[in-house]
């Protein structure tokens, strides 16, 4: 596993004004300006890193499961602008500014927004969901709470993003196992106790998986993984050796950097 170099490029930014309760924040080292919503669920930290490990080369297409605001799939594309990426949002307003965060940043061509369940994804009968088996890549930064064993945030958008239910886990990682053609990846960042949990739910489904930890200072316990398997792959699993995010202080270490402000991709295979 290692850190390495991609192609960006830097977007235009539109001069519109950040309408009340948003805020504008900066990723990539200020390459991407994203529009999130003030309170509520916020993307952060963990959707640059699931980013930054997907495997995508230029042409291909690549599948978000809750895309929420947009993040992830922004820095994706920001590494390599000639991938196209679609995801599914059931919540209307993340998926909205979805759409606004990709055309502030000039990517509205390369970016679809499905305004819809992504358990309803399995369904064939649906025309406006995606044909199964048709991206090379697929990914997730799942909603990381159990619903009845956290209390829920008053904000409804932010308990909507929390509140997961006790098979939604394995239901995510099938829709992606769905969606990817054969030998394609599925990529997901979870909690490092659910680890568990998403290699019984990928093992039937996928070989080659790599877990990746990360670490939030050096000699800790892994608070987060990134769990990354092949559809059609007998390969063994590969515990991988992680990443730590901070040093002295608060700073971050230099290999966190370089994926968090240099965009580079943090390689898994």
Avoid at 80 to 109: D, L, S, W
Avoid at 132 to 149: D, I, L, R, S
């Amino acid at each position: 596993m290692q850190l390495a170099a991609e192609p960006t490029i830097a977007p235009t930014h539109a001069t519109n004004a950040v309408p009340a309760s948003l805020t504008e924040d900066a990723f990539l080292g200020g390459r991407l300006r994203v529009l999130q919503p003030e309170k509520g669920y916020r993307a952060g930290i963990d959707a640059v890193f699931l980013a930054a490990a997907i495997p995508a080369a230029a042409g291909e297409t690549v599948f978000e499961a809750g895309i929420g605001v947009g993040v992830a799939a922004l820095c994706l594309i920001a590494r390599n602008p000639a991938i196209h990426v679609t995801g599914i949002e059931v919540a209307a307003r993340y998926a909205m500014m979805c759409e606004e965060n990709a055309k502030r940043n000039g990517f509205a061509q390369l970016l679809k927004v499905i305004h819809g369940d992504v358990k309803e994804a399995m369904r064939r009968d649906l025309a406006h969901m995606p044909q199964h088996g048709t991206f090379a890549h697929a990914y997730a930064n799942p909603p990381y709470f159990e619903e009845g064993k956290v209390t829920n945030s008053p904000s409804l958008l932010k308990a909507q993003a929390h509140a997961f239910g006790p098979d939604d886990l394995d239901l995510w990682i099938k829709v992606m196992h769905a969606m990817v053609s054969l030998r394609g990846t599925v990529t997901l960042i979870h909690r490092a106790d659910s680890l568990g949990k998403i290699l019984l739910s990928m093992e039937d489904r996928f070989g080659d998986i790599r877990v990746a930890p990360l670490y939030a200072r050096e000699g800790t316990a892994a608070s987060r993984v990134i769990v990354q398997g092949v559809k059609g792959s007998k390969a063994p699993m590969q515990l991988l050796p992680g990443l730590v995010l901070h040093g002295e202080g608060h700073a971050f270490t230099a290999d966190a950097e370089a994926v968090l402000r240099e965009g580079m991709a943090w390689r898994l295979r």
